[in-house]
């Protein structure tokens, strides 16, 4: 056994009730979390042959919760829980995904002795699954459908016996003793549903919003998992972990504070959680946002009723933020352009369009649509989709299946009402930001990652700044091993032919995606670093503003693991799970004709915001600061950029799809081997 890992992931089909062990170290070269994730659903679901993978409800479908080799371990923001396994909430069709929470059950589960749990097959009647150490058993969980997260929680835990308080009373546990209470995952009433857009959620109100696995989760009549543990992990250095962590705190202090009352992730050092009990929301802006601009007593309440329903707050966002200054913007909005707008923002787009109301073509029934914004209709809207009442049944299926079934679809994605941008995923820093848009384009979602954040002049023009903006690209340059030396990586301009020689366009903007796409899926979703965490490229509270990465990366893997890699090695790990996801979407019909943005994307009014003072643009031969706020994408353009980035990821440029000498490559060759089998293997 490996170093960090505890050797084995726990197995189950609720089908048959047949539970067993499979041994981590099989898997090991995919480095944890995720890319294991990903590797045991290509064994389980797509090797053998045996379904079209096109139905997230399929019992077949496999979903896997999976910790990394340095979840409790001490490492900081490294606790975090992969979910991978297809998605009934993307659009139009299903397709593998990935999410991932925070909080304590990834630490835990590394405690019981188990990297993860893949869940196959569909239970009988509903069932939650118990893990105490070794010991795991499916139980009869007909006595919690219907509750909420909080009361499931509750009674879970009153049935586990973890009756203490934090730190206050130690209970038995076999030979062992413990004083935390069981943390749990589960789903509401909205999961119960099979809605689309039902999350998974875990203790404090941290939740895998994306996605929709609280509908996968319903699907397989699976309420909840519940894991106890009292183990440990073994480290290669243990005072190499702590010197690191020391060193991380001294050396790259966070400028933020945490606020009284507040909590971290297991076992971070950054406290962003509003609250420490596990009723009540989390901080993040998406869950408090359902009540925007309201206070931020009314705002946790609202996040409140996202946790307790199980309903994602991303794809069931209400309120929006609204420019008045995006130049062409669509007459549609009054030349105001909605950020974020989500299934509650849109139900009432048409309600004020009046296409939707009590009695209209779009029957509103049971939505008290004159209380659109307040408590009572949010906790209306869950109450509607989780028992499918009127509307409720509809907007079950999620925003574009809706638009689709009213007919609606191709003019309001054309106009920008919805502003999804590909494959079901809501507009999120999508542009200026062209890597959230290219990460969504080439993926299947949402990339949520901020790395590059920091390029923002509001992230680095702060007092005592040392750099120009020429310096600042060069340092950025410096750390994106191994496309280093290319500072062209990081420029957004989008016109004329910068865009095509430098800019968003460019072979260099296909090595900054690819680098996001390679890290990522190392070190945020296998070694499961947060990614508001990691990368670190700029740190404002260092006299040299100078971030950690990839230092601080390489320090904590080496003490838990003790492997010798380089930096460049888990890039290479990280290259190895793209390309096996790429394979997944490509058995599953993916193809380069289908990755399109939608249109308003190809129109005035498709940027919406950027960070303080701009990003980078190169043009005229000079670096300046730009904010883009009249930026949309050229068709022919995002074409070229493709071009680029497949023959940079050793694809066919035809079709999209890996060659077999690059899954060769990387040690994929079983891969390459059922690709060929079924036509798919791209030519090259």
Not at 13 to 36: H, K, S, V, W
Not at 84 to 100: A, I, K
Not at 332 to 356: A, H, M, N, R, S
Not at 382 to 406: H, M, N, P, S, V
Request: with cysteine; proline share 5%.
């Amino acid at each position: 056994m490996a170093n960090g890992f505890a050797g084995k992931i726990l197995g189950i089909n609720l089908t048959t009730q047949e539970m067993r062990t499979i041994d981590t170290a099989n898997y090991e070269a995919f480095g944890g979390g995720y890319g294991i994730g990903a590797a045991l659903f290509w064994e389980l679901a797509v090797a053998p042959g045996e379904w079209d993978l096109q139905d997230a409800y399929d019992p077949r479908n496999v979903i896997a919760l999976m910790t990394g080799p340095l979840a409790a371990t001490g490492v900081p923001a490294a606790g975090r829980t992969s979910v991978c396994g297809l998605s009934p909430e993307v659009f139009p069709q299903p397709y593998f995904f990935r999410t991932n929470f925070g909080g304590r059950f990834g630490t835990t589960l590394k405690t019981a002795g188990w990297d993860g749990i893949v869940v196959e097959g569909r239970a009988d009647r509903p069932v939650w699954i118990n893990i105490i150490n070794d010991k795991v058993t499916i139980e009869n969980a007909e006595g919690l459908w219907g509750l909420n997260t909080h009361e499931t929680q509750n009674r879970i835990t009153g049935m586990v016996g973890g009756k203490t308080r934090f730190g206050d009373e130690w209970h038995q546990i076999g030979q062992e003793y413990t004083t935390a209470r069981p943390q749990i995952v589960c789903i509401g009433p909205v999961g119960e549903a099979r809605a689309r857009i039902a999350a998974l959620i875990h203790g404090s109100g941290i939740s895998a919003r994306t996605g929709g696995y609280g509908g996968v989760f319903g699907a397989k009549n699976l309420k909840a998992i519940s894991v106890t543990g009292t183990g440990s992990v073994k480290v290669a250095d243990p005072a190499g972990v702590v010197d690191a962590r020391l060193w991380h705190a001294e050396a790259y202090p966070r400028g933020r504070m945490p606020d009284p009352g507040t909590a971290a992730c297991m076992p971070c050092m950054n406290n962003d959680r509003k609250r420490n009990s596990y009723y009540g929301g989390e901080s993040m802006c998406t869950d408090t946002l359902w009540f925007y601009g309201k206070s931020q007593d009314i705002q946790m309440k609202g996040a409140d009723v996202i946790m307790r329903w199980g309903i994602s707050a991303w794809g069931a966002r209400f309120e929006s933020i609204f420019r008045e200054d995006i130049p062409g913007a669509p007459a549609l909005f009054k030349k105001q352009v909605p950020l974020e707008p989500g299934l509650g923002w849109y139900i009432k787009y048409l309600y004020d369009l009046g296409v939707l109301g009590p009695g209209k073509r779009i029957d509103s029934n049971p939505l008290p649509m004159d209380e659109w914004n307040e408590l009572i209709f949010r906790e209306a809207l869950c109450d509607a989709i989780a028992y499918r009442k009127g509307i409720g049944d509809t907007l079950a299926e999620g925003t574009l299946e809706a638009a689709k079934k009213w007919g609606r679809l191709e003019e309001d994605m054309n106009s920008g009402a919805l502003r999804f941008p590909a494959w079901g995923s809501l507009f999120h820093w999508t542009l200026p930001c062209i890597e959230w848009a290219y990460g969504c384009l080439l993926g299947a979602g949402d990339p949520t990652w901020h790395a590059f954040f920091a390029l923002g002049s509001g992230s680095t023009g702060g007092a005592g700044h040392p750099y120009t903006l020429e310096q600042l690209l060069e340092i950025m340059a410096s750390k994106v091993i191994p496309y280093t030396g290319d500072p062209f990586m990081f420029s957004y301009s989008w016109k004329g032919e910068e865009a095509e020689k430098t800019g968003i366009y460019s072979p260099h903007k296909a090595r900054q995606i690819a680098w996001a796409r390679h890290y990522a899926g190392f070190w945020n979703e296998s070694m499961a670093f947060c990614e508001t965490q990691l990368p670190n490229f700029v740190n404002r509270s260092r006299p040299d503003y100078l971030g950690s990465s990839p230092d601080t990366e390489m320090r904590y893997y080496r003490a838990v693991t003790g492997g010798k890699e380089s930096f460049a090695d888990t890039m290479e790990t990280g290259r190895k799970i793209w390309n096996l996801e790429r394979a997944i979407r490509v058995a599953q019909g993916r193809h380069r004709n289908q990755e399109k943005f939608a249109p308003f994307m190809y129109m005035p009014g498709a940027s919406y915001i950027t960070m303080t003072g701009g990003v980078p643009v190169y043009e005229n031969g000079k670096w300046s600061w730009q904010p883009l706020l009249d930026m949309y994408l050229d068709d022919a353009g995002v074409e070229r950029f493709k071009t680029h980035f497949y023959e940079l990821e050793g694809w066919d440029v035809d079709t999209g799809w890996p060659t077999r000498r690059t899954l060769q490559e990387l040690g994929l060759g079983m891969v390459a081997d059922t690709m060929a089998g079924r036509r798919r293997l791209g030519s090259g």
